[in-house]
């Protein structure tokens, strides 16, 4: 097996004629680059250097040694410079994925303007509400929303969300608007791919079965179908707040309203986060809070 022990003393004693300026050079001590030398001499079954209290010279075999190592270390040198400034500055491919709705309306708009200023990183984005296994499908980041399982990945926050039932005015001026949740089985429910809403009743999180004549695994159609007045809907914050805001849509069963859930980032618990990861962190971190 391949040991890289002791090339860098025997590089810096060639090329310093000296064990003592290789010492310096290295910011180590002569005796542990004798050390060194001494075993790598053992492990080729040859003699580098003749050495005398005055001088070093090198030997033949260190001749041959030294002119087929020197570009093995310029190669590795280049190589950890190379790692030094992805480290220092983000580029390559990048691989996201992250819910459907959630990352059409909160986390692309995000990515754009971190691509702007990041012109050396590649970001290949899958939108999915299945779960991906970031390690088996080699994603570098991913985000969930929600409660999180137990995993061996590093979940960092990057917000919360929260979910309001609304309807429009018009429909609440033609049929009322429920006040407690035993009134909803009174009220026409839009649908998305479940068939329960999620509240807060004495202090307790309560799902409740919903029921209604729409029902679409799309959350800006149920919102087009709240608008006009189909009836109500329980969608999360960035759908409904613009409108809730213009008045075009009413919040309501607000003392019922659950919990803010979430908004995570997940990736491999590595030691040496990269750059690109930790710089769209960041950059998700800032634009969602």
Known sequence: MLSWEGLREF????????????????????AQVSRRIGRLEDR??????????????????????????????ESLEEA????????????????????VAYGEKAIMPILNEFMKLYEDVSIDVLLTNKKVDLIEDGFDLVIRLGMLESSSLVAKKLTSRTLYVCA?????????????????????????????WRFIENAQEKTMRVKGNYRCNNGPALLNATLAGFGLVQLADYYVEPYIKSGEII??????????????ALYPQNRHLSSKVRALIDFLNHGLS
Not at 54 to 70: F, K, L, Q, W
Not at 251 to 264: A, F, H, S
């Open 11 to 30: 590089i810096a004693v060639v090329e310093t004629d000296s064990f003592t300026m290789a010492a310096k050079q290295l910011g180590t001590s002569v």
């Open 44 to 73: 080729l079954g040859a003699k580098l250097f003749y050495r005398t209290t005055r001088r070093v010279s090198i030997t033949e075999a260190g001749t041959t040694y030294y002119h087929h190592c020197r570009p093995a270390i």
């Open 251 to 264: 919040p309501i069963l607000e003392n019922y309203r659950p919990l803010e859930e979430g908004v995570w």
């Open 80 to 99: 950890e410079r190379a790692i030094s400034d992805l480290q220092l500055n983000p580029k390559g491919n990048l691989r996201l994925s992250a819910p």
């Open 168 to 196: 429009s005015a018009d429909y609440i001026s033609k049929y009322g608007q429920p006040f407690t949740l035993s009134e909803l089985g009174n009220h026409n429910c839009l649908l998305g791919t479940l068939d329960h």
